[in-house]
């Protein structure tokens, strides 16, 4: 007798699978046994033994806690979007966002749930007040239920809801669900999904669903699911089909549109058992016990469903055998993920794009533990189209598979590193993009220890979808963009195709100075580094900081050269950094000989004309201007014949 796996409906010896389910052995026999009296040196009951002490005690297995719990409706929510744009001019410059994009235009509405189609390209939110916003784009005239025959908007408030505070909405690509605080179900877009009389483009209440009590939705392209988390009852309804889990066995599923799904006696019998969650996809549904067991039925493509290659389809509801302490579960389009006690993950499906996270492309037909998630516990999972995101109890967004838009694939783990200064608190996928809640965090949020770390994860751009790169070759190579206009690829990103083309500038002229055009390049348009010292007592600058020279320094200058020794094509005149000429320029000794007058700008210098140095040093008159003492002595007068000074300054 065991007593240590009780917490999960059959333990691991009593598993059971498909229709030859043995629950005459099970914990549901076990549960009417009375324990021995408990030893209070041992430590503290687990929640299936006092359940086993107490038959009237309601066991319930529950994911793990948040690190913080979100607040709804007392702390500021960010909203992040990214991948498609859907509609165009949801995002600036009607582009798509490759990293996730804050939605300003949503934080301020205060979102803190959030759903999306994920076989379609419309999403919902409840923000302030319990209102319920919507934006996307549908092929269902109606599905957004703004009255209208819209099929695309930005977000924009439904104001059929805006006198029902909605507590949670669901959607499909051609219908949407939501229920409000008074437990009342609405209902909108196709009439085959809503079994309304008529495709609706506004809410209607779903009459056969009201006054049971429901809680949850759960939304498809061929179904819904609606429960309570405290009732044993699932009620499924839309296009009739094995996914609603209303047949005995023999796999028709009948032509019942609406109804309760059928569990074994021994289940629906038993007041200890509840249905927690739910979640649907195309043709199959999944189903979690208080107790963590997992079902499922409808269609098994691709090993889906979890049960087996076996199995092909199967309207009764088969109890996977693999599988203990489940809290959560997804269903995607071909894959399924779900989540136990511990935060391990455990996948099943189609392979193709590592959607599974195994590091491998195989199709699984019974769920695998996500080894590379081993040494990280998960608080929530979301299977969508090609990819899965999960969640980490500090707020951590984690995926692999296949991205959007850019086609990049992760074969493991990849961290969101744009989001570490933020703690996600939700995420959902639509066909094509992806939208995530979560708030300012006081410090970044540390790095989880994932085993297989993608490339990705490193840098972002180094892997590129083999599909984009061979659009890319095709329109260089054979389209008329790229032969006879002579354009090169330079990305493409799902629809859009960017282009480059690099052409000579015939106009353009190298800057050329000196006497005649000699071909002496200009010096440099930067100047040089602000610590360092040209010339003068402070020593000259590094051997190798050369600044258009050529040959051997002149025996005055400061050990560089600045315009190099062929800046002197005149015999008289001669350009010297660093000598001791008496006179400075911007930290530099310079000495200046020219055959005609010059002119002198801020600093102490020594101008002569034709006369000899020794004449020079003697002709110096020193004057004051701007705080620098400057002598003109102009070319070719004697010092008694000088002109006079111009404009009164001062001697």
Same mark, same amino acid.
């Given at each position: ?90 995002? /600036? ?44 784009? *549908? $092929? ?13 908007? *930005? ?11 909605? $507590? ?233 598979? $296949?991205? /959007? ?36 965090? $006081? ?84 100047? /040089? ?123």
């Amino acid at each position: 007798y065991d007593t240590q796996n009780l917490n999960q409906f059959g333990g691991h010896k009593y598993g059971a699978y498909g229709s030859q389910l043995n629950f005459d052995n099970s914990a549901v026999k076990d549960s009417q046994r009375q324990l021995g009296a408990h030893d209070p040196n041992q430590q503290s009951l687990t929640e299936s033994q006092m359940s086993l002490q107490d038959p009237n005690r309601k066991m319930k297995l529950k994911p793990l806690k948040w690190d913080k719990p979100l607040k709804p409706g007392k702390q500021k929510t960010q909203i992040f979007i990214w991948g498609k744009a859907r509609p165009p001019n949801m995002f /600036p410059a009607a582009s798509d966002q490759i990293t996730p994009w804050h939605a300003d235009v949503l934080s301020k509405k205060k979102i803190w749930d959030v759903c999306a189609a994920r076989e379609g390209h419309h999403c919902f939110g409840i923000g302030q007040n319990d209102w319920c916003f919507v934006w996307g784009e *549908t $092929k269902q005239v109606g599905a957004l239920g703004l009255g209208t025959n819209a099929r695309a908007t *930005t977000p924009f408030l439904v104001r059929a809801l805006r006198k029902q505070r909605v $507590k949670q909405a669901c959607c499909s690509a051609i219908h949407s669900l939501c229920i409000t605080d008074q437990l009342v179900i609405y209902g909108w877009g196709s009439k085959a999904l809503t079994l309304l009389d008529s495709d609706s483009k506004e809410p209607q209440p779903l009459n056969f669903l009201n006054g049971k009590g429901l809680k949850k939705l759960a939304a498809a392209n061929t179904h819904s699911i609606a429960w309570n988390g405290n009732s044993i009852e699932v009620h499924a309804f839309g296009i009739p089909g094995p996914w609603l889990g209303q047949d005995d066995g023999d796999g028709g599923g009948g032509n019942n549109r609406y109804g309760v799904m059928k569990f074994d006696a021994q289940i629906t019998g038993n007041d200890g058992f509840s249905c927690t969650m739910c979640s649907c996809s195309s043709q199959y549904s999944l189903v979690v016990l208080n107790t963590g067991y997992v079902g499922a039925c409808g269609v098994n493509e691709h090993g889906r469903m979890g049960v087996g290659a076996k199995v092909q389809a199967s309207a009764k509801v088969i109890w996977n055998r693999s599988l203990q302490n489940v809290v959560l579960c997804s269903a995607g389009s071909f894959h399924s993920g779900f989540v136990d006690t511990e935060g391990h993950v455990y996948t099943c499906g189609v392979g193709a794009d590592f959607r599974l996270g195994h590091g491998d492309k195989e199709t699984l037909w019974e769920p695998r533990l996500v080894d590379s998630c081993k040494n990280i516990q998960v608080c929530q999972i979301e299977c969508v189209d090609a990819r899965t995101f999960v969640i980490t109890p500090q707020g951590n967004l984690i995926m692999w598979g $296949k991205e /959007p838009v850019t086609g990049r694939t992760h074969s493991g783990p990849f961290l969101y590193e744009y989001l570490n200064a933020y703690r996600i608190y939700d995420i959902c996928g639509a066909s094509d993009f992806c939208v995530a809640i979560g708030i300012r965090a $006081k410090e970044p949020i540390p790095k989880p220890n994932v085993d297989n770390v993608s490339v990705d994860a490193m840098n972002p751009n180094v892997q590129v979808d083999n599909m984009n790169r061979l659009i890319g070759d095709v329109i260089q190579n054979y389209h008329q963009i790229g032969t006879e206009q002579q354009f090169e690829v330079d990305s493409v990103y799902s629809t859009f195709v960017k282009v480059k083309k690099t052409t000579p500038d015939e106009s353009h002229q190298p800057q050329l100075v000196g006497k005649g055009g000699q071909g002496i390049p200009a010096p440099p348009m930067t100047a /040089p580094p602000v610590n360092a010292v040209y010339g003068g007592n402070a020593g000259g600058p590094p051997p190798n900081a050369v600044y258009g020279g050529g040959g051997g320094m002149a025996p005055n200058m400061g050990g560089s050269q600045y315009g190099g020794m062929g800046m002197n094509p005149m015999q008289q005149q001669q350009m010297a950094m660093g000598g001791g000429g008496g006179s400075q320029y911007g930290g530099s000794q310079m000495q200046m000989g020219y055959g005609g007058p010059q002119q002198a700008y801020g600093s102490q210098m020594n101008f002569g004309g034709g006369a000899p140095p020794q004449q020079q040093q003697q002709q110096q008159q020193p004057m004051q201007y701007g705080g620098s003492q400057m002598s003109f002595n102009n070319g070719g007068y004697p010092p008694q014949q000088q002109p006079p000074q111009q404009g009164g300054w001062p001697q």
